[in-house]
């Protein structure tokens, strides 16, 4: 399986700011700049199925609200594949840090050119 940094290095004109995840309980994910599209991109593993972790999220694929906390504003009505929601819970935080890590690292880059 690649790694999330190694699937970034894939990506041209791509820098990584953070990385995470360990490819079972938590999926992998990267977060970095991509210089061509001046764009903060956020990557998340697909399904591994050699994980046992990867097969029972993807099992879970009942409809779930999503969490109001994680995604403020979201209608009520808007529900996801379960597996999906509690994933992407257990790296939200991080994930949501680092966009704002590397969108302030670069808006203070081009207020200073």
């Known amino acids: ?28 994910w990267y977060v970095g700049y991509h210089a061509g599209s001046h764009s903060v991109i956020v990557g998340n593993q697909g399904s591994d199925f050699e994980q046992l972790e990867a097969f029972l999220t993807n099992a879970n694929f009942f409809q779930k609200n999503l969490n109001s906390t994680l995604f403020p504003g979201v209608s009520t ?3 996801a594949h379960g597996g999906f929601v509690d994933a992407q819970a257990t ?11 590397e969108l ?10």
């Open 104 to 113: 302030g690292s670069k808006i203070y880059h081009f207020d200073r050119t």
């Open 77 to 79: 009505e808007a529900k």
């Open 1 to 28: 399986m690649e790694t999330s940094i190694e699937a970034s290095n894939d990506i041209l004109d791509f820098t990584p700011y953070a990385v995470g995840g360990d490819g079972g309980a938590t999926p992998y």
């Open 91 to 101: 790296s939200a935080d991080a994930k949501l840090a680092a966009v704002h890590g």
